[in-house]
T-cell receptor, first 108, second 116 residues
């Protein structure tokens, strides 16, 4: 059974701080990794994708992938109250398996 | 213009009834999914279809039956509804996993099913 594990949180950070979200996965052969954001009552939306080891930056978001450690993370710099949501780690090989999500609250 | 659309958005029904949720995507994707999100907000995959063929069938009661008339549609029929079926059901689509790395899934708006 393929597993995707996230710290369930909740995670609370002050406005302007860095939020760090972590995820591990069980299938060493996994190739595609995604971070989704889900606001309450809404559908998940993609914020980052990463396929190779290292860092990938997009605005205030940085995804980090370490395939040897089977670890993927998401950093949110200069966190804003509008970043408050649940963040979902997804590993997609022949399926799209979600982690349980980490609820992030950014306090003004 | 909606990429993935599912209907209805809300569904309230009595125990024992049979209901269907429809899903359509206009993205040209070959793979479609059904997910269930329970009260704890965990998104659990139920089914995956690729070009109308069932790929993933997780441990889901037989009362749930997906049907894909073509690769742009994946409907979910639920027989003999139970209280525990109350959840939000999401449809999604993506390019075919294994053929490309870019398999971002696009989600429908969700169907909130309440069984009373």
């Amino acid at each position: 059974q393929k597993e995707v594990e996230q710290n369930s949180g909740p995670l609370s950070v002050p406005e302007g701080a860095i939020a760090s979200l972590n995820c591990t996965y069980s299938d060493r052969g996994s190739q595609s990794f995604f971070w989704y954001r889900q606001y309450s009552g809404k559908s998940p939306e993609l914020i980052m994708s990463i396929y190779s080891n290292g860092d990938k930056e997009d605005g205030r978001f940085t995804a980090q992938l370490n395939k040897a450690s089977q670890y993927v993370s998401l950093l949110i710099r200069d966190s804003q109250p509008s970043d408050s949501a649940t963040y979902l780690c997804v590993v997609n090989d022949n399926d799209m398996r979600f982690g349980a999500g980490t609820r992030l609250t950014v306090k003004p | 213009d909606t990429a993935v659309s599912q209907t209805p958005k809300y569904l309230v029904t009595q125990m024992g009834n049979d209901k269907s949720i429809k899903c359509e995507q206009n993205l040209g994707h070959d793979t479609m999914y059904w997910y269930k999100q329970d009260s704890k907000k965990f998104l659990k995959i139920m089914f995956s279809y690729n070009n109308k063929e069932l790929i993933i069938n997780e441990t889901v009661p037989n009362r749930f039956s997906p049907k894909s008339p073509d690769k742009a549609h994946l409907n979910l029929h639920i027989n003999s509804l139970e209280l525990g079926d109350s959840a939000v059901y999401f449809c999604a689509s993506s390019r075919t996993p294994g053929q490309t790395l870019n398999t971002e899934a696009f989600f429908g708006q969700g169907t909130r099913l309440t069984v009373v």
